[in-house]
């Protein structure tokens, strides 16, 4: 999503984006590519064929820049587009841990991409302190090649007005309900067993609270969810909503966000909430630190604390939906933060043209 948010603010004119997944593409997404004005090409990251046939891309489109977001093997990336000349060699890191390498070959292997995204980079992004730090190096600071770029989000869509009535009736909720939402795709990071105990204990306190889950993902995590609620006796207070196009305004009406990530690289649903007005009750992670240094709403809680001290702050009114909080114009504020997608955009777009950083890599 931050990926078509940046190709809509993309001058088309000054810049011919290609968009190369190696994973598949979600439903739809090629299309609204496209309709900002970018292409997409699918080149699937496999053993054998990966590297002739993103060789063959690099070879026909001669590309100015190629920025890769696929973590260490960036690496990889980079050191095709250096064998083919390409002059802005770009690694991004936008999660603050990956899954573990627990095999001597996964070790090797994961050492090999760091080095060749340190030989063949031309630049090294992180979308957040705690990324750069975690997935890099803690003496980043010290490289000119690295830098701390936010991601940016499009507030527009946080503009349109409220229809509460509207979503309680589609999910067949009181016009009473105290309405808790989460956003996010189901995968270990996002911590949705300890969210279902959590929300239990704000529904033994507050006989009027509702749950919308809203993501997909990996399919036993969602069966071991589905099983917990029922445990909980709480099916008839979450709603296992999939994944959903309209998150904005499932976000405008909902009176808080429970985000109990285990690791983010930067959470950009907690950058939605703030857009939307919504407080958000988040794990202390410092990358959400980092974003309630620039936005406010945000209560960050400990894991480590009980169940019911997460329910405490989750069910007693939080400062965000007072009045004072609404005059402040949520999507003013974040459109005028370093989250603001013009900002994010410009700085992308600076970095492609090679004004940021003009540091040589080796290869």
């Given at each position: 999503?931050?990926?078509?948010?940046?190709?809509?603010?993309v001058?088309?004119?000054?810049?011919d984006?290609c968009?190369c997944?190696?994973?598949?593409?979600?439903?739809?997404?090629s299309?609204e590519?496209?309709?900002?004005?970018g292409?997409?090409?699918?080149?699937?990251?496999?053993?054998?064929?990966f590297?002739?046939?993103?060789?063959?891309?690099?070879?026909?489109?001669r590309?100015?820049a190629?920025?890769?977001h696929?973590?260490y093997q960036?690496?990889?990336i980079?050191r095709?587009?250096?064998?083919?000349r390409v002059?802005?060699?770009?690694?991004?890191f936008?999660?603050?841990?990956?899954?573990?390498?627990?095999t001597?070959?996964r070790?090797?292997?994961?050492?090999l991409?760091r080095?060749?995204?340190?030989r063949?980079?031309?630049?090294?992004?992180?979308v957040?302190?705690?990324?750069?730090?975690?997935a890099?190096?803690?003496n980043?600071?010290?490289?000119?090649?690295c830098?701390?770029?936010y991601?940016g989000l499009?507030?527009?869509?946080?503009?349109t007005p409220?229809?509460?009535?509207g979503?309680?009736?589609?999910?067949?909720?009181?016009?009473?309900?105290?309405?808790c939402?989460?956003?996010?795709?189901?995968?270990?990071?996002?911590?949705?067993l300890r969210l279902?105990?959590?929300?239990?204990?704000?529904?033994?306190?507050r006989?009027?609270?509702y749950?919308?889950?809203?993501?997909f993902?990996?399919?036993?995590?969602e069966e071991?969810?589905?099983?917990?609620?029922?445990?909980?006796g709480?099916?008839e207070?979450?709603?296992?909503?999939?994944?959903?196009?309209?998150v904005?305004?499932?976000?405008?009406?909902s009176?808080?966000?429970?985000f109990p990530s285990?690791?983010?690289?930067?959470?950009?649903?907690?950058l939605?909430?703030c857009?939307?007005?919504?407080?958000?009750?988040?794990?202390?992670?410092?990358?959400?630190?980092?974003?309630?240094q620039?936005?406010?709403?945000?209560?960050?809680?400990?894991l480590?604390?009980s169940?019911?001290?997460?329910?405490?702050?989750?069910?007693?009114p939080i400062?965000?939906r007072?009045a004072?909080y609404?005059?402040?114009?949520?999507?003013?504020?974040?459109?005028?933060?370093v989250f603001?997608?013009?900002n994010?955009?410009?700085t992308?777009c600076?970095?492609?043209?090679?004004?940021q950083?003009?540091?040589?890599?080796?290869?």
């Amino acid at each position: 999503m931050r990926t078509l948010d940046l190709v809509r603010y993309v001058d088309s004119e000054r810049f011919d984006v290609c968009v190369c997944t190696v994973a598949g593409v979600v439903d739809g997404f090629s299309r609204e590519i496209e309709a900002a004005g970018g292409r997409v090409v699918e080149i699937p990251y496999d053993l054998f064929r990966f590297g002739r046939r993103f060789a063959k891309l690099l070879r026909e489109e001669r590309f100015d820049a190629v920025h890769s977001h696929l973590y260490y093997q960036s690496g990889n990336i980079l050191r095709y587009a250096a064998r083919y000349r390409v002059p802005i060699r770009i690694a991004h890191f936008r999660t603050s841990n990956e899954r573990p390498r627990t095999t001597w070959r996964r070790k090797l292997e994961g050492h090999l991409l760091r080095r060749w995204i340190r030989r063949y980079a031309t630049d090294i992004l992180a979308v957040s302190e705690e990324a750069m730090a975690k997935a890099w190096c803690e003496n980043w600071r010290d490289d000119p090649r690295c830098r701390v770029v936010y991601n940016g989000l499009d507030p527009q869509p946080f503009e349109t007005p409220s229809d509460r009535d509207g979503v309680l009736a589609e999910f067949s909720m009181p016009a009473s309900a105290f309405l808790c939402i989460h956003v996010g795709r189901m995968a270990a990071a996002k911590n949705h067993l300890r969210l279902i105990d959590i929300f239990a204990a704000v529904v033994r306190r507050r006989d009027d609270a509702y749950l919308l889950l809203v993501g997909f993902g990996n399919p036993g995590i969602e069966e071991a969810v589905r099983r917990r609620v029922n445990e909980l006796g709480l099916t008839e207070r979450v709603r296992f909503c999939g994944m959903r196009k309209d998150v904005p305004r499932l976000l405008k009406v909902s009176d808080v966000m429970i985000f109990p990530s285990r690791w983010e690289g930067l959470p950009g649903v907690v950058l939605e909430a703030c857009a939307a007005g919504v407080p958000v009750v988040a794990s202390d992670l410092q990358t959400v630190r980092e974003i309630a240094q620039h936005l406010p709403g945000i209560e960050i809680v400990s894991l480590d604390d009980s169940d019911e001290s997460w329910a405490s702050r989750i069910a007693r009114p939080i400062g965000g939906r007072d009045a004072a909080y609404r005059s402040q114009t949520p999507v003013s504020r974040l459109r005028e933060s370093v989250f603001g997608i013009e900002n994010y955009a410009s700085t992308i777009c600076s970095i492609w043209d090679g004004q940021q950083f003009a540091t040589p890599a080796g290869g």
